[in-house]
């Protein structure tokens, strides 16, 4: 799991470069959820960055879809994001 949390978080710091950047893994949040699979993470990103910042919330947000096109299909259920 910190593997993946780490490969995630070298991408986005390669296409963006943040200032800060911190990736939680909140799936134990969502076990008693219908819709829970355990194959499958609920994560929270906390990234500091000029660049997000100059761009607005909508296309911030793609842009980290987009670099996490992969792991959304298949490794995340959900995403939260937090641009600081």
């Known amino acids: 799991m910190v593997d993946f949390l780490e490969e995630l978080k070298k991408k986005i710091i390669n296409k963006i470069n943040p200032e800060e950047i911190s990736l939680k893994d909140n799936s134990y949040l969502h076990e008693k959820h219908k819709s829970f699979e355990k194959n499958k993470y ?43």
């Open 42 to 84: 609920h994560l929270k990103l906390i990234i500091k960055s000029q660049k997000l910042k100059a761009v607005n919330k909508i296309e911030a947000h793609r842009l980290i879809f987009s670099i996490l096109d992969k792991e959304m299909k298949n490794n995340i259920h959900a995403l939260e994001i937090e641009i600081k």
